[in-house]
């Protein structure tokens, strides 16, 4: 089976734009967990989902970023009035259950111009 | 505060040489330590994790917290060793979010 799918693998665009990052998780993961990586830094986490309620959003950096998962499966993290300093790769992983491994997808690379 | 601290932005060493990158923690209780690794063009995979107390590829690592570090140590390094390897920090037992260090690139010569 497939690992985890985030789409677009780059996005660019300019400075105040929206954008909206995809992930598809493992099929029948139901935790799901967004983290941001800057150049040079390791990941940092953003936000984590169990099933369609984020249980955790306290890594969100401010509220232009907003993060669904309506059905429990593919996620949406939205960035709006998007700044040069949101530029990184977003990672998305998920996970089976609470003592399983955490399945990271390839990232989106973000480019803020 | 929870942190991981990776000293090393590079380790180089040559083919056959003994490995070991450093990681330090701060937790206030029982950590739970992980290392990722992520291979040139590939994506980021779980190397190991305390709890198993596995050698994968010939790593190990182990948890001394009375120092509170985690280093992983290979006593003879191949070049497919050749990658970023991240430590991280269970951050919450209950959301499974991690915390991870900086991370150190591992350059095996030939």
């Known amino acids: 089976g497939a690992g985890v799918s985030q789409t677009p693998s780059n996005k660019v665009t300019e400075k105040g734009k929206y954008v909206e990052l995809r992930c598809d998780p493992i099929s029948g993961h139901t935790a799901l967990y967004w983290y941001r990586q800057s150049l040079g830094q390791g990941p940092e986490f953003l936000i984590y989902f169990q099933g369609t309620g984020a249980a955790d959003d306290s890594g969100l950096p401010n509220d232009r970023f907003f993060a669904v998962r309506p059905e429990g499966s593919v996620s949406t993290l939205k960035i709006q009035r998007t700044e040069r300093g949101d530029s990184a790769v977003y990672l998305c992983?998920?996970?089976?259950?609470?003592?399983?491994?955490?399945?990271f997808g390839d990232g989106t690379r973000l480019s803020i111009l | 505060a929870q942190r991981v601290t990776q000293p090393e932005k590079l380790l180089s060493v040559f083919k056959g040489a003994p490995v070991e990158l450093k990681c330090n923690y701060s937790y206030s209780g029982s950590p739970e330590l992980f290392w990722y690794v992520q291979y040139s063009r590939q994506r980021l995979q779980l190397l190991l994790r305390?709890?198993s107390r596995e050698s994968i590829k010939g790593f190990t690592a182990d948890l001394n917290k009375g120092e509170t570090s985690f280093h992983l140590k290979k006593p003879f390094a191949q070049e497919e060793d050749s990658a970023m390897y991240y430590c991280?920090?269970?951050?919450?037992?209950?959301?499974?979010?991690?915390?991870f260090g900086q991370g150190t690139t591992l350059q095996v010569k030939p």
């Open positions: 305390h709890i």
């Open positions: 991280a920090l269970l951050g919450s037992s209950n959301t499974g979010k991690l915390i």
């Open positions: 992983a998920s996970r089976f259950g609470l003592n399983q491994p955490q399945h």
